[in-house]
């Protein structure tokens, strides 16, 4: 065993996620110092396949902190299609409310800020074991063991959990402290990547009679989607055509055809709602999927998380810089609230495209959900209301 060695440090993160890196790097930019503990690797961080859309606040969130690669490599996306037993309806998200989405995929904002961090000399440790935290009231303790094996005491003025969703942050807070608000949905997404070109220039959202689908993209070459399935399906069983078959019956028709090619990723996404209040505990700050999961329809996991991080940062530069803690009391209640809309509107948007079929009165179920998303996209303020909200509230 080494000794173990001290470091102080102003802010300590936990987890080098997008959320974390994003944090260290608007901090280092202010000149606040601090370090990153990662029990990850670099690499299977960056190899994590998660969603693809970018609202316009978060890349502003880049862009505006010198992170660009998104504007070069990414595609701006102005609308996306409800396709509904075949027939398609776009919502036009920049004639309805003046936004506009970016596909670009989570790995590639991992990979922009991780190297960023790594230009800036950052403080970021990778692969550490043995993390604990400790005096989350008072001055917070980190205690880890290094990628070398060496072990640190990790002394902050604040703690940020942003530790995902296994977080061992949250998890130090002791229960009569908090409240856990959670809700888990009877089926699953089926995830792929397939070596193929793109189907279509936006995203489509298809509900079918055969259940939900979801055409997005990652390049020119490589495509991603996904298909309603049961939580409990052996990725193993599936062959690429029975994939393809699952994917065709939901989405082609009317004159629409998927390109198919081989299918080169599998996985299978639980759906989950989660909500960790309050977002504080003494010096302890919780952010992203650290303190709230999301089901994916609508991809808002990411973007709520660069949005607790934006807050979160301008409450630590002005704690910092002036010493007044007014910011950092009210952190909690101002994330929450856009944490709940995103929660809403996930909720919403999965109820939207997605019916269980062994429930009872299913007909009723599916014909009444046909009528809601009918009565929606024929309406010019309906479809306004799903791109406010799909595009993330700017403004708000
Ligand atoms: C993607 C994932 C989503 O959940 C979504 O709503 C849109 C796009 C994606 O992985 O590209």
Same mark, same amino acid.
């Given at each position: 065993?080494?000794?173990? =060695?001290?470091?102080?440090?102003?802010?300590? #993160?936990?987890?080098?996620?997008?959320?974390?890196?994003?944090?260290?790097?608007?901090?280092?930019?202010?000149?606040?110092?601090?370090?990153?503990?990662?029990?990850?690797?670099?690499?299977?961080?960056?190899?994590?396949?998660?969603?693809?859309?970018?609202?316009?606040?978060?890349?502003?969130?880049?862009?505006?902190?010198?992170?660009?690669?998104?504007?070069?490599?990414?595609?701006?996306?102005?609308?996306?299609?409800?396709?509904?037993?075949?027939?398609?309806?776009?919502? /036009?998200?920049?004639?309805?409310?003046?936004?506009?989405?970016?596909?670009?995929?989570?790995?590639?904002?991992?990979? /922009?800020?991780?190297?960023?961090?790594?230009?800036?000399?950052?403080?970021?440790?990778?692969?550490?074991?043995?993390?604990?935290?400790?005096?989350?009231?008072?001055?917070?303790?980190?205690?880890?063991?290094?990628?070398?094996?060496?072990?640190?005491?990790?002394?902050?003025? #604040?703690?940020?959990?942003?530790?995902?969703?296994?977080?061992?942050?949250?998890?130090?807070?002791?229960?009569?402290?908090?409240?856990?608000?959670?809700?888990?949905?009877?089926?699953?997404?089926?995830? #792929?990547?397939?070596?193929?070109?793109?189907?279509?220039?936006?995203?489509?959202?298809?509900?079918?009679?055969?259940?939900?689908?979801?055409?997005?993209?990652?390049?020119?070459?490589?495509?991603?989607?996904?298909?309603?399935?049961?939580?409990?399906?052996?990725?193993?069983?599936?062959?690429?055509?029975?994939?393809?078959?699952?994917?065709?019956?939901?989405?082609?028709?009317?004159?629409?055809?998927?390109?198919?090619?081989?299918?080169? /990723?599998?996985?299978?996404?639980?759906?989950?709602?989660?909500?960790?209040?309050?977002?504080?505990?003494?010096?302890?700050?919780?952010?992203?999927?650290?303190?709230?999961?999301?089901?994916?329809?609508?991809? =808002?996991?990411?973007?709520?998380?660069?949005?607790?991080?934006?807050?979160?940062?301008?409450?630590?530069?002005?704690?910092?810089?002036?010493?007044?803690?007014?910011?950092?009391?009210?952190?909690?209640?101002?994330?929450?609230?856009?944490?709940?809309?995103?929660?809403?509107?996930?909720?919403?948007?999965?109820?939207?495209?997605?019916?269980?079929?062994?429930?009872?009165?299913?007909?009723?179920?599916?014909?009444?959900?046909?009528?809601?998303?009918?009565?929606?996209?024929?309406?010019?303020?309906?479809?306004?209301?799903?791109?406010?909200?799909?595009?993330?509230?700017?403004? =708000?």
């Amino acid at each position: 065993m080494s000794e173990r =060695k001290i470091h102080k440090t102003q802010v300590a #993160i936990m987890g080098a996620g997008p959320a974390g890196l994003m944090l260290s790097h608007l901090l280092f930019r202010a000149g606040i110092e601090n370090t990153v503990v990662e029990i990850r690797s670099r690499d299977s961080i960056s190899r994590t396949i998660r969603a693809g859309i970018l609202e316009a606040g978060s890349v502003d969130l880049l862009v505006d902190s010198g992170v660009d690669n998104v504007l070069r490599n990414g595609h701006e996306h102005e609308g996306t299609e409800f396709r509904v037993n075949g027939e398609g309806h776009r919502i /036009d998200f920049k004639g309805l409310t003046g936004n506009s989405v970016w596909l670009y995929p989570q790995n590639d904002v991992f990979d /922009d800020l991780a190297a960023q961090r790594e230009a800036d000399g950052g403080d970021v440790r990778y692969s550490c074991s043995g993390t604990q935290v400790s005096d989350l009231t008072g001055t917070p303790k980190v205690f880890f063991t290094d990628a070398d094996g060496q072990d640190w005491e990790l002394r902050a003025e #604040i703690l940020v959990g942003a530790d995902g969703s296994r977080s061992l942050c949250r998890g130090a807070v002791p229960a009569a402290e908090r409240t856990w608000h959670f809700n888990e949905y009877p089926f699953a997404w089926f995830g #792929i990547l397939a070596e193929a070109p793109r189907s279509a220039p936006e995203l489509i959202y298809a509900n079918s009679a055969h259940g939900f689908a979801l055409i997005s993209q990652r390049t020119d070459a490589v495509q991603r989607m996904y298909f309603q399935c049961d939580p409990a399906t052996n990725l193993a069983g599936w062959t690429d055509e029975q994939i393809w078959e699952q994917l065709r019956v939901r989405v082609n028709g009317n004159g629409f055809e998927l390109k198919e090619g081989p299918v080169i /990723d599998k996985v299978v996404l639980p759906f989950r709602s989660f909500v960790h209040t309050p977002m504080r505990h003494g010096n302890l700050f919780l952010a992203g999927d650290a303190a709230h999961t999301v089901p994916p329809t609508g991809a =808002k996991g990411l973007n709520l998380a660069l949005h607790d991080v934006k807050l979160l940062f301008e409450s630590l530069d002005s704690y910092f810089s002036t010493g007044s803690s007014a910011l950092l009391d009210t952190y909690s209640d101002r994330a929450l609230d856009r944490v709940w809309k995103a929660q809403y509107f996930s909720y919403w948007m999965t109820t939207l495209l997605h019916t269980v079929p062994t429930e009872p009165n299913h007909d009723f179920f599916r014909a009444r959900q046909i009528g809601e998303l009918r009565s929606l996209l024929e309406s010019e303020h309906g479809r306004a209301y799903i791109a406010e909200c799909y595009t993330g509230w700017q403004g =708000k």
